[in-house]
């Protein structure tokens, strides 16, 4: 552990994180949330704040409203939201219920920083190659309209496959604007605030659905929180699965306040407020909440009615814009969920192209909060148990919905685990399904006496798994290769080089060197990340100081970095130069038959 050192940077994210969605968070909290929820109003208000601040951002963005212009009228919103709602339902909301779940999110949240603080700096952690991208993204957001192409950045348009998820990149420039830093610096930090809104989240089942006593809500988070898959999913960092992560469990919290007899305006809203965000986020995050949804709804099926949403002509007033300017991210999440429903329920249907930066099974007993299978003797009995006794007491609704929600996620996992190329979706189903059953495990325990033992075990044996998750994870961005900007700055527009390193460490060296037209002998192909041109011939090489000097480089080499040296090209070497600063997009798009 180096110390203290990346602490005051992390502060700056975390703070600028928390005010922003506090500002967007307050007012829509005190309109909209039921009485019946009001005890944790405070538990409420940022999650809340997070998925409007993504959304306002979004559609004015779509509408062409420039970033800063946005951003400053969203906060302006929220504030005034938020004086309206308090002088017309006045009062304080209560402190003292929020204060345990705060604390203890604010811990989880710095343990899944603890590679941060080991590197010194803040930067990027994990090995998540969609890091880059992620990155870029929300860098591309903050100058441009999700629309545009603008090859002068290094990400130089909102990847196809991605075109649903600018609420979560819009979000993550905001916060990196405020707080001041790049965004590189940022979303690590920002990942580390959603786990701990997430796991408040989780806590929200425990107590408003389950009714656990506030001890063993507050277990379960901590298992939830110190998961080893959580924490690879925040660390690596997952960007897009982590902001699904964070919005599912509000939506399953808010399930029984859509039900006929609690049903009320402002419940609607909020349920479709993290739908929506999970959606966007995440498309294969929705059928867990939509499956518990659809169970608690099933009795009163009937009695739906589009016409709540449409009441005339009047509605599309609002319906109609708001469609037209969502339409982009709207047809991404169709093409995701379409693709997908294609290929899960096509056994013919090969998933080799599902698998992403994953390369195999993760094991189950990781899921299940243990580091090796032999631990499973002591936590799956306990996790059987503990879940027995909670869905046993709980409401019927809320029993079937979780025991279909378990259901769904066995037999999936098993069918992926059969099917070739299937640890994808393995590793998503579980990721989502896995927390819902720690903490309802959790509420078990609160209704046995001393039950409290059985939690103590799960969470020794989960700190255990997950600190060998965080001692096995480091920066993916270290200053080596920051250095790299160095160059980037230092040499004229116009100047080509030829990156002479491994095709899979090449995406952050052609980020940091993205000014300049750029090129490879032997790109990053076979993959779904844009990639820099094939060419020998350029005016500079960029090699690693571990290899040999590259056969067609002049020296004395032009400048020498702790990992990189630059070089100058032989001008004898012949062919064409085919060095670009457009990146050569792999993916043009988005197969859903």
């Not at 710095?110 to 880059?132: M, W, Y």
């Not at 820099?532 to 350029?538: D, F, G, M, Q, W």
Request: aromatic content about 10%; proline content about 8%; overall charge positive.
């Amino acid at each position: 552990m180096v110390g203290w050192r990346a602490l005051p940077e992390l502060l700056a994210v975390a703070v600028a994180a928390v005010g922003l969605f506090a500002v967007g968070g307050l007012g829509l909290t005190r309109w909209l949330l039921p009485d019946e929820y009001r005890r944790y109003e405070l538990v409420w208000v940022l999650p809340v704040g997070a998925c409007a601040v993504a959304l306002a951002l979004t559609v004015l963005g779509f509408a062409r409203v420039p970033f800063k212009m946005s951003l400053g009228v969203v906060i302006a919103l929220g504030v005034a939201g938020a004086v309206l709602a308090y002088r017309r339902r006045p009062g304080a909301p209560a402190m003292r219920p929020f204060a345990w779940p705060a604390y203890l999110g604010v811990l989880l949240a710095a343990g899944s920083l603890i590679p941060l603080f080991r590197a010194g700096f803040v930067t990027v952690e994990g090995q998540g190659q969609d890091a880059h991208l992620a990155v870029g993204t929300a860098q591309f957001l903050q100058k441009h309209p999700p629309t545009a192409v603008a090859i002068e950045e290094p990400v130089d348009r909102v990847p196809l496959v991605w075109r649903s998820k600018q609420p979560i990149y819009y979000a993550l420039a905001a916060v990196a604007t405020l707080s001041g830093r790049e965004v590189f610096e940022t979303i690590s930090a920002l990942a580390a605030v959603m786990l701990a809104l997430a796991c408040m989240g989780f806590f929200l089942i425990a107590r408003e659905l389950l009714r656990a006593p506030p001890w063993a809500a507050l277990c379960g988070m901590g298992l939830v929180g110190l998961n080893p898959m959580v924490l690879h999913t925040v660390m690596h960092p997952y960007f897009n699965q982590t902001w699904g992560f964070f919005a599912m469990p509000f939506a399953v919290a808010l399930a029984p306040l859509a039900a006929a007899g609690r049903r009320t305006p402002g419940s609607l809203a909020l349920l479709a407020l993290f739908l929506a965000v999970c959606g966007f986020a995440y498309p294969l995050a929705l059928p867990l909440p939509l499956l518990v949804l659809a169970v608690v709804f099933w009795p009163e099926r009937r009695a739906l009615s589009p016409r709540r949403v449409y009441r005339g002509r009047r509605s599309l007033l609002w319906l109609v814009p708001l469609a037209l300017v969502l339409i982009v991210p709207i047809a991404g999440v169709i093409e995701k969920a379409t693709s997908a429903f294609n290929v899960v329920f096509d056994p013919a249907r090969s998933l080799k192209s599902w698998g992403g930066d994953v390369f195999g099974y993760f094991p189950e007993a990781q899921f299940l909060g243990v580091h090796d299978w032999g631990l499973l003797i002591v936590a799956a009995p306990l996790l059987a148990w503990g879940a027995y006794v909670a869905l046993r007491a709980a409401p019927r609704r809320i029993r079937l919905a979780l025991i279909a929600l378990f259901a769904f996620a066995v037999v999936f996992a098993i069918e992926f685990r059969l099917r070739r190329y299937g640890y994808y979706f393995h590793f998503k189903t579980l990721a989502f399904a896995v927390p819902v059953l720690l903490v309802t495990a959790a509420a078990g325990f609160g209704r046995i006496r001393r039950g409290w033992i059985a939690p103590v075990v799960l969470l020794v044996l989960a700190n255990n798994a997950g600190s060998s998750e965080i001692g096995g994870t480091f920066d993916e961005l270290p200053r080596s290769t920051l250095q790299l900007r160095d160059i980037n700055a230092s040499l004229p527009a116009d100047s080509s080089i030829r990156i002479d390193v491994v095709p899979t460490e090449q995406n952050w060296i052609a980020y940091m060197l993205h000014a300049h037209p750029l090129c490879s002998q032997h790109p990053l192909l076979n993959t779904s990340y844009p990639h820099v041109r094939i060419s020998r011939k350029a005016d500079y090489i960029v090699a690693p100081n571990d290899r040999p000097v590259p056969a067609d480089a002049l020296t004395p080499p032009v400048r020498r970095l702790d990992a990189f040296t630059l070089y100058r090209m032989k001008p004898s070497v012949a062919g064409a130069e085919n060095c670009s600063r457009a990146m050569v997009q792999t993916v043009t798009s988005v197969p859903v038959s």
